[in-house]
């Protein structure tokens, strides 16, 4: 059974950095993309970033380009977002969800990804 598991969540000071993870089990990742996608109190669910099956590609929201990076190490089954200069607005609990299986340029519409995880909570506040 395809399942995500994600980690790394927690309480981090403004300016300060998180690194979550998001492990793959009952499936090979090499063959899916994999997007991060944030909810935070009263908002709609919105796409953080997602990175192509084999990484060739990969896209940011406007509102964390140049502070998260998206990775990953198919060896480990797992993708990873470097969150850095966190404030505030970044307070949300952070999923990762699955799509394909495709070698297609990856793209952050929630509606296209079938697998997701339970989420982990990330919280920006001094």
């Known amino acids: 059974q395809l399942q995500l598991v994600e980690s790394g969540g927690g309480l981090v000071q403004p300016g300060g950095s998180l690194r979550l993870s998001c492990a793959a089990s009952?499936?090979?990742?090499?063959?899916?993309?994999i997007g991060w996608f944030r909810q935070a109190p009263g908002k709609e669910r919105e796409g953080v970033s997602c990175i192509s099956s084999r990484g060739a590609s990969t896209n940011y929201a406007d509102a964390v380009k140049g502070r998260f990076t998206i990775s990953r190490d198919n060896s480990k089954n797992t993708v990873y977002l470097q969150m850095n200069s966190l404030n505030s607005e970044d307070t949300a609990i952070y999923y990762c969800a699955a799509l394909g299986p495709t070698q297609a340029p990856c793209v952050m519409r929630g509606t296209w990804y079938g697998s997701w995880g339970q989420g982990t909570q990330v919280t920006v506040s001094s």
């Open positions: 009952g499936f090979i990742l090499d063959y899916y993309a």
